[in-house]
């Protein structure tokens, strides 16, 4: 049974459960925008970003999963993108909850070659400055939610990262 968790990134149901893991994210925080009027702020786009990249890495995933290079790849770079989303939602967290002192302005902080936010500002405009972040179930704000699953998220990806170098070894 150790040896299937192991195996895991060599899955094309494992890629493709990130992938539609990060589209029902992306689902969720479009729905909280334009159905119950939550606008994002900065730090919740940046939080978008990384889950694009989520996605964006599922599919690499998925078209590499054959590969034990490609699973090295596509496993590393979906840890790092856990990483990315724990910092921006321990920000997020911290904001909301007064640990972490600072104000987000109204400007995105992208690059003008990596301009989401004026390409694509259905998904990625900031709209309002940082503050809080919606309830979704059981009192649990969305910010919390995220630190959660980013954690979470890094301790797999890590597990197995350090499951396919040893089996690498080998």
Request: glycine share 8%; charged share 15%.
């Amino acid at each position: 049974m150790l040896n299937k968790f192991w195996r895991l990134p060599e899955t094309t149901g494992y890629w493709l459960f990130f992938l539609l893991l990060g589209l029902a994210m992306e689902g969720v925080a479009l729905f909280y925008q334009y159905k119950l009027d939550y606008t994002p702020c900065v730090v919740c786009i940046h939080t978008r970003i990384w889950t694009a990249a989520l996605i964006l890495v599922a599919v690499l995933g998925l078209l590499l999963h054959k590969s034990r290079a490609g699973v090295l790849v596509s496993q590393l770079l979906i840890l790092v993108v856990s990483i990315g989303l724990m910092e921006r939602s321990w920000l997020l967290l911290g904001i909301e909850r007064g640990f972490i002192e600072g104000s987000c302005s109204m400007d995105s902080g992208l690059p003008i070659w990596f301009a989401l936010d004026k390409w694509w500002p259905i998904v990625f405009e900031v709209m309002e400055p940082c503050g809080y972040t919606p309830e979704l179930l059981f009192g649990i704000t969305m910010a919390e939610a995220l630190v959660v699953f980013s954690v979470t998220m890094i301790l797999l990806h890590s597990l197995l990262l350090i499951g396919l170098l040893l089996k690498n070894r080998k």
